[in-house]
């Protein structure tokens, strides 16, 4: 026979897993979303800000979609393609980071746009020459300001609406607006240096506000030159020119980013003081692949 002490117990043992159990089932969800508040979407941005090198394929994806036919439609599929796969955290395991065709004195504002607004979280501007044709996409990369805005200045034009189809929950509508100008924005913003024009300039460029980082094309820098071999010119000349650019942003605290097609060289210019590499030879259907297969790397 069970005694009247024992079923007691049990009730209070059972009403006590109970009340355990609910408080358990509101802290975990509470945890949880504590967590994610800290984790940045864009896991180029978390590279930088942690201090190591951000490597294509690793910490983010290039759309290439300046050496190719420029179809709207297949770029946009390629970044819906990339911004499919999460990690744990909840963040997109590539953000996707959109090279146009337009060049730096041209108005890219409506591909800026289009792209954006289908999910990607950071642009290229080939042959970038000047601040004023850095600033002339920042204005277009830019958002809208929102009366009392921390960060007003330059001011952007663009419709908001981009962090929508990342996939990400509870985003402040400061994650559209470009990093680190505004360190809760989770956009990036890289002018390509590709001429000695824009070597001459690199400073102005790289303290223009809204730039995020520069990123060089070894290729087009040694052809401004009127040197042959492209990207695979290992000559002194072009050596001090990219290791002097390296130098510059490393002396001012910048992020420099580096066109490589092996290992070797990733190594070499990430030693140089370059902060983000683009491998041309880790071929994906969205990045790269157009190079690897033309120059069969």
């Known amino acids: 026979m069970v005694s009247?002490?024992?079923?007691?117990?049990?009730?209070?043992?059972?009403a006590f897993f109970a009340v355990f159990a609910t408080i358990m089932l509101s802290v975990i969800p509470c945890s949880l979303a504590m967590a994610q508040e800290n984790v940045r979407p864009n896991?180029?941005?978390?590279?930088?800000?942690?201090?190591?090198?951000?490597?294509?394929?690793?910490?983010?994806?290039?759309?290439?979609?300046?050496?190719?036919p420029?179809?709207?439609?297949?770029?946009?599929?390629?970044?819906?393609?990339?911004?499919?796969?999460?990690?744990e955290q909840g963040q997109p395991v590539?953000?996707?980071?959109?090279?146009?065709?337009?060049?730096?004195?041209?108005?890219?504002?409506?591909?800026?746009?289009?792209?954006?607004?289908?999910?990607?979280?950071?642009?290229?501007?080939?042959?970038?020459d000047t601040s004023d044709d850095a600033m002339r996409a920042i204005r277009q990369i830019r958002p809208w300001n929102v009366r009392g805005s921390k960060y007003p200045f330059p001011a952007g034009h663009r419709s908001s609406g981009g962090p929508a189809n990342w996939g990400v929950e509870n985003l402040s509508r400061a994650a559209?607006?470009?990093?680190?100008?505004?360190?809760?924005?989770?956009?990036?913003?890289?002018?390509?240096i590709e001429s000695m024009v824009g070597v001459s300039n690199l400073v102005e460029i790289l303290h223009t506000p809204g730039v995020s980082g520069i990123l060089v094309g070894p290729g087009d820098l040694t052809s401004s030159l009127g040197l042959a071999g492209g990207a695979g010119n290992r000559s002194p000349e072009v050596t001090d020119i990219l290791e002097n650019i390296g130098q510059t942003c490393r002396e001012r605290m910048k992020y420099c980013g580096m066109v490589t097609s092996s290992e070797a060289d990733t190594n070499r210019w990430i030693d140089a003081g370059f902060k983000f590499?683009?491998?041309?030879?880790?071929?994906?259907?969205t990045s790269g692949n157009w190079y690897a297969t033309q120059y069969n790397r």
């Not at 590499?277 to 259907?285: G, K, P």
């Open 70 to 87: 420029f179809v709207l439609t297949e770029v946009i599929d390629s970044i819906t393609a990339v911004l499919v796969k999460k990690n």
């Open 94 to 128: 590539l953000p996707p980071i959109v090279r146009l065709p337009m060049e730096g004195d041209e108005n890219a504002g409506w591909a800026i746009k289009a792209v954006l607004e289908r999910g990607a979280m950071g642009i290229i501007i080939p042959q970038t």
């Open 176 to 192: 559209d607006d470009l990093w680190p100008l505004n360190p809760d924005g989770e956009v990036l913003f890289f002018p390509m």
């Open 4 to 14: 009247t002490m024992h079923v007691n117990f049990e009730m209070h043992k059972r």
């Open 43 to 68: 896991r180029m941005i978390e590279a930088f800000e942690t201090g190591r090198p951000a490597i294509s394929g690793l910490d983010f994806q290039v759309v290439e979609a300046e050496h190719k």
């Open 277 to 285: 590499i683009w491998r041309l030879d880790l071929r994906d259907a």
